[in-house]
């Protein structure tokens, strides 16, 4: 252990002292190692980068040459603490400190019903033995080892996930037992070992000696009348764990097969014969080619748990198949008239403003989500046949994605970096933590599936940037054993079904909130084999897709009501896993809305499993709706990026209704359908849905990429083809009767009995990448095309503001304005505009128009007068930093309660505000979001160095905070949080800045 600290510390010193290399891959590169100027503080405190502190924090563990540390599993965290924590390999809850090993029963949940609790518990000691630390000492598929030292004696204790057994072994040592309870403990000899009853809690105690000490293995009994059946078992101690898996094509099965090597601690069998466990999501809704043991069930925070006698035990799943995005939708029956109808405009209308005003955030969590947006709409621009919109979209995806798969020396922004001692690979700029491991799948999982969705149509950009994709993926889901560059899986537990979103985890083990964002994941990874031609992947996603899915209908969202005690537990299902149980909420809103809705994003077909129970998806939806905190569409969801997310996933279970009030909502010109989001998403997977009909989990293909809808009796067989030649397609149904056939066309989206109207496949080309140009135009031909303004200005009395506005041709291109005539058509006399400058006279709304032939658009300009304005609004907004896309300094000053800006995660982060003038501020009323300031100074400055402070306010007392002081003329004012109240950053919705009546100039 002390080695390995200290080889930790010297390797990273080294590492400190030298540049950062650029790693090629393919025609991309990454750096060489995260960079420091980035990983401040370094102490392991929340605040700045913690690269540094990842590569140099101290690890509890027995070096294992060659094989890079895993994060986010159950029992990770003893890699970086002293003492293990708990350990839940189920049903055992173990741990692992200075008083010894101790063994818990878990068997009742607390009275809230979130957690499972043990009544009672062995521990095992020895005399002599008083280790300083727990080591992890090795560790395989579904098992750890944790070994206890002092000096030459040493106890080593093995955790399987699903053995009813924990083994402890001893050097120099001899191990002893203590029982304790909120019962009696009694004790009695049973065959080779011994019994021990505590209250309703029973124990199977076996023990030996070795040549170097000595053993004991301790059994979890569901039943005192148990001990007989598992005694058989008990010394079949289990030395290495392994999960395999395996895609049929023709059956669409994945079968896994879990395989573990024996040893008899007594040394009498070779290869004894072990207990293996199993939960609900291995074994309803599959095939298993064993049968377990009859009348042992364990209750474990998953539900029931059984095991089946074996060293290779496999289980099939069907695999549904996954389609790449939803085929282009079309008029069908009743909806060909009235409101809810498809309307193939309002489509492309809503590509155009997505391509137009779609961003990418510049973190790999909201740069990851604009990356998918971006690139589904690219997608749904092909399926119409709408080239522009296709190349734009493309061009946007591509110089974007470039920017992030490569690296310069020099470069802050947009790439990736590799971390040696965790083996995996850090994008910067960071978020939530992910420089520690936490939520790589979620962030991850936008790249690959975009990335793939890319690889589909552009092969350059496959052949380039299909090896930066694939090691990105296997930060996440190393599906390859002979890479020791990542770990096995990093975020995936293959035992418990379900990925871990925590990192490094913590006392209790690991968690996991979206798992929705985690099946996307799965989605990408399987998504990018499909593209890139790598099976190995595509299986690999297949494997993950799978088993989550199934793990979320039981673990989540408890589908069958089976697996969490509802007599205590007062919630709709679980939004938040723990190991040691469930949670009704979220890191980031107390609103039960997004307790549901974090189970149902993002928007794609790798959510389709959300649709496998319409029934569920219905009680679901209303469950939620009589709930939710926020206000309904008519308000709040009206206006709210959440809107879309509900209609995306309400279009499940009733597609029509979700299209009504989608259209509603366009009729009033509401944000859900004119911000610049994901409403074009929503548009095209609910009028899909519509057309096409249900999903048919009943019928299966012959090749993965591959659905089948059912509507009104007809069935409609789709299938996505990569290749360059035709594939022909098979469909059956459970029984593996054949239902229907497809010629599936070259890299495109065949649907049945339908004609696509889809643009031809791009030609393959090795040549350096160009950005096509558009179609080619003649003089005379080019006109303007569209005109856009800001939905309002703000102005005030006397002061004249500059209108900016664009223009673009028919291709997208920004024209010059010069042109285009601006005027006042509304509002109070005496307004006028003059070089693009508006002055108005008296107080009131104006509308202006601009034109020029048939394009014209028009704004509202909103004049008051000085002491009516929020000074806020008209000033130019900057920031120390903000925390993602979705947080931005802007939004602290934009009139909307539901925005607001965060900061990173540290003290002394500011805001600041240009007048463009001197401004004689006097008051500043502050709404803060539950992360706020506690000491806070507002500072003034004429020329943005040197700062005078106007107010300083040592303890906010709310979160509206009014503060006020004596004005003095000064062009800058900014607002610095000099302390925080919580270990995230400072974060406000709304800051209101006033000036007094006195000085009406503000001069």
């Not at 140099?56 to 965290?77: F, H, M, Q, S």
């Not at 790449?324 to 009743?334: E, T």
């Not at 059912?710 to 069935?715: E, M, V």
């Not at 008209?874 to 939004?891: C, H, I, P, R, W």
């Amino acid at each position: 252990m002390k080695k390995s600290l200290s080889c930790g510390l010297l390797v990273m010193a080294a590492l400190g002292g030298v540049a950062q290399e650029v790693i090629k891959c393919g025609g991309g590169s990454y750096a060489s190692y995260t960079p420091w100027e980035k990983t401040k503080p370094a102490n392991g405190s929340r605040g700045g980068d913690q690269s540094r502190f990842m590569q140099t924090r101290p690890l509890y563990l027995t070096p294992k040459e060659g094989e890079p540390l895993p994060t986010n599993d159950w029992w990770t965290r003893a890699l970086v603490d002293r003492w293990t924590g708990k350990l839940w390999s189920y049903p055992a809850l173990t741990v692992c400190d200075a008083s010894g090993v101790t063994v818990s029963f878990p068997s009742y949940w607390i009275d809230n019903g979130t957690e499972m609790k043990a009544k009672s518990s062995l521990l095992v000691s020895a005399a002599g033995l008083a280790p300083e630390t727990a080591d992890v000492d090795g560790w395989s598929d579904f098992a750890v080892n944790i070994i206890q030292r002092d000096g030459a004696r040493s106890m080593k204790t093995t955790l399987v996930h699903g053995s009813p057994f924990v083994w402890i072994e001893t050097t120099g040592c001899t191990p002893g037992l203590a029982a304790s309870g909120e019962a009696e403990v009694k004790r009695e000899k049973r065959g080779s070992g011994q019994l021990y009853r505590i209250g309703d809690d029973a124990y199977g105690v076996w023990k030996g000696r070795s040549e170097t000490g000595g053993w004991v293995a301790i059994g979890l009994l569901p039943r005192a009348d148990d001990f007989e059946t598992l005694e058989p078992y008990a010394t079949a101690i289990i030395r290495d764990t392994r999960v395999d898996w395996r895609y049929d094509e023709k059956t669409a099965t994945l079968t896994t097969t879990w395989n573990v090597k024996t040893e008899d601690l007594r040394g009498k069998v070779k290869d004894p014969v072990a207990l293996q466990g199993f939960q609900p999501h291995h074994l309803k809704r599959t095939v298993p080619s064993f049968k377990t043991l009859d009348g042992l069930v364990w209750q474990t925070p998953r539900g029931k748990q059984r095991v089946a006698a074996g060293n290779s035990l496999a289980i099939d799943y069907a695999f549904p198949g996954m389609l790449p995005y939803w085929a282009a939708p079309a008029a069908r029956g009743k909806e060909k008239d009235g409101k809810g109808r498809y309307d193939v405009t309002r489509m492309k209308h809503l590509l155009e403003v997505y391509v137009s005003e779609g961003g990418f955030g510049g973190d790999t969590y909201w740069g990851g989500k604009g990356l998918l947006q971006m690139a589904m709409a690219m997608m749904a621009a092909r399926e119409l046949g709408e080239e522009r919109l296709y190349q734009r979209a493309h061009d946007k995806l591509r110089t974007q994605f470039e920017n992030w798969l490569s690296w310069t020396p020099g470069e802050k922004n947009f790439y990736f970096s590799y971390v040696p001692r965790w083996g995996g690979l850090v994008g910067e700029n960071t978020s939530y933590d992910s420089d520690t491991f936490n939520d790589h799948h979620f962030h991850y999982g936008y790249f690959t599936y975009s990335g793939a969705l890319l690889c589909l149509v552009d092969e350059d950009f496959k052949e380039k940037y299909g090896p930066m994709l694939t090691l990105i993926a296997k930060d996440y889901a190393n599906w390859d054993r002979t890479d020791k560059r990542f770990p096995l899986f990093r975020t995936f537990d293959p035992w418990a079904g379900h990925s871990f979103a925590g990192g490094m985890g913590g006392g209790d083990g690991n968690g996991q909130e979206s798992s929705s964002e985690a099946m996307q994941g799965w989605g990408g990874l399987y998504l990018l084999g499909l593209a890139l031609g790598d099976d190995a992947m595509r299986d690999a996603g297949i494997f993950g897709y799978v088993s989550e899915a199934r793990g979320t209908a039981e673990y989540w969202f408890d589908r069958d009501r089976e697996n969490i005690d509802y007599t205590k537990y007062k919630h709709p299902y679980n939004s938040n896993l723990t190991c040691h149980g469930v949670g009704w909420w979220t890191y980031f809103s107390g609103d039960p809305v997004w307790m549901h809705s974090i189970q149902w994003l993002p928007n794609t077909p790798a959510l389709d499993y959300l649709s496998e129970d319409l029934k569920f998806a219905k009680w679901d939806w209303e469950t939620m709706w009589k709930t939710k905190q926020v206000t309904g569409w008519e308000k709040e969801l009206g206006d709210a990026s959440l809107g879309n997310v509900l209609l995306s996933y309400l279009q499940r279970s009733d597609p029509k209704a979700a299209a009504e009030i989608f259209d509603t909502l366009a009729e009033g010109n509401r944000g859900v359908y004119k911000n610049a989001d994901t409403a074009h998403l929503t548009y095209w997977a609910t009028h899909s849905h519509l057309a096409w009909g249900e999903l048919d989990f009943g019928v299966r293909a012959d090749y993965p990429c591959a659905r089948a809808y059912l509507k009104d009796g007809k069935r409609t067989l789709m299938a996505y083809n990569p290749d360059g030649k035709v594939r022909k397609v098979t469909f059956f149904d459970e029984g593996g009767k054949t239902v229907g056939t497809l010629d599936a066309r070259p890299r495109q989206l065949t649907v049945s009995g339908e004609r696509s109207v889809a643009l031809a496949p791009l030609k393959d080309t090795k040549d350096l990448y160009e950005p096509p140009a558009y179609p080619p135009w003649e003089p005379g031909k080019l006109h303007l095309d569209m005109i856009k303004v800001p939905e309002r200005f703000e102005a005030i009395v006397g002061e004249p503001i500059k209108l900016d506005f664009a223009a673009y041709d028919q291709y997208g291109d920004e024209m010059s304005t010069a042109n285009i005539k601006v005027a006042v058509f509304a509002g109070p006399k005496g307004a006028t505009i003059k070089k693009g400058m508006f002055t108005a006279k008296k107080p009131g709304e104006y509308m202006v128009r601009f034109g020029s032939g048939e394009a014209r658009a028009e704004c509202r300009v909103k004049v008051q007068t000085l002491e009516q304005v929020n000074l806020a609004r008209l000033a130019k907004v900057t920031a120390s930093s903000e925390e993602n896309q979705g947080l931005l300094a802007k939004f602290a000053a934009d009139g909307d309660m539901k925005t607001r800006w965060g900061s990173g995660h540290k003290n002394g982060e500011w805001i600041r505000f240009d007048f463009g003038r001197p401004r004689s501020v006097a008051s500043a009323e502050i709404y803060w979001e539950n992360a706020r300031a506690d000491h806070y100074k507002i500072e003034i400055s004429n020329d943005g160095v040197e700062w005078k402070t106007a107010v300083d306010v040592p303890h906010a007392k709310d979160r509206r905070e009014d503060v006020s002081w004596n004005p003095t003329p000064a062009r800058y004012l900014r607002l610095v949080g000099v302390t925080r109240n919580t270990p995230y950053g400072v974060s406000i919705f709304e800051i209101d800045l006033r000036t007094i009546p006195a000085d009406p100039l503000g001069m």
